[in-house]
């Protein structure tokens, strides 16, 4: 059970895995036309396995090659490079042959997607050896992490279900900053967990500058703006109450977030907590109208 475990959290499935529900969730909450919803969610779920490996086979290719300087997981796909190598390309096909069906108007969020997931991991000015990467620009990463989730979970929905030019705009505005802040919160105890290493490479993060229990702090705040962008949108009461038990659950969570935490602590159960998310959104949807 446990090798299983690893598995589905170390090989980026489970990401996917979640970032599939967070989508969903949009076409639950907001209601959205369902006619293409398996092929939406087929695509985020290959996209997502295929960047998450192929960013973590670029970032960590010099510390891959050295067993004794690397942690748990990073070991785990120093084995299973090979079998991850060949499920990403399998991934990226069929994601790339999901395009084919999705609506035109889709691109405009796939492709500054797929830009900025590039130079996530690969020198913004090519060939030359001083040019960061956009996760080496101070403070600047986690904020590309929670946008570039925050165009996948709303507005590919939104435009690929065509309902653009009926749908309120400010509703739009709101749903984004919402899970933009969710986002946001539940990656802060990832630079938690990396703070030796990102001090070891000089790197500026927020839990760097202002320390572990500000930070915690901080994205306690993050999820109380999550509740107040949601308390002002137009969403059904009983998605309202759904949600704000995952951001409830969400907060309790990450109080306990620590450095000295497991791999499985972060990988697993912070970002389980999306599926817990969209636990809470499947049941006010299916069990309850409050």
Known sequence: MKSFIKFIV?????????????THSTYIVHNLPSKNLAIVLTMVFCFTFFTYNIQRFIKFKKKLSNSNIIGNRLKWIAAQKNNLTI??????????????????????ILIPMGILSFFYVIPIIPFYKKSPTLREIPYLKIFVIAFVWSLIIVLLPLIDSNSG??????????????????????????DIRD???????????????????????????????????LYNSNVAAKHFYGLLIGYIITMI?????????????????????ILVLYGCVLISEYCFSL
Not at 10 to 22: D, E, G
Not at 89 to 102: E, Q, R, S, W
Not at 179 to 184: M, S
Not at 265 to 273: D, P, Q, R, V
């Open 87 to 108: 499920l990403s390309v399998i991934a990226g096909i069929i994601g790339l042959g999901c395009t084919y069906y999705i609506h035109l108007k889709s691109f405009i």
């Open 10 to 22: 170390f090989s980026n499935l489970f990401v996917a895995i979640c970032v599939v529900a967070f």
């Open 253 to 273: 969570v990450i109080a306990f977030s620590k450095k000295e935490r497991s791999e499985l602590f972060f990988a697993g159960l912070i970002e389980g907590l």
């Open 195 to 229: 703070i030796d290493y990102d001090n070891s490479s000089k790197l500026k993060t927020i839990p760097r500058y202002l320390g572990v229990t500000k930070t915690i702090i901080l994205a306690e705040f993050l999820l109380i703006g999550a509740i107040v962008f």
């Open 165 to 190: 030019s009926t749908f309120n705009w400010n509703e739009i505005l709101l749903a984004l900053l919402q899970n933009f802040c969710f986002v946001i919160a539940i990656t802060l105890p990832f």
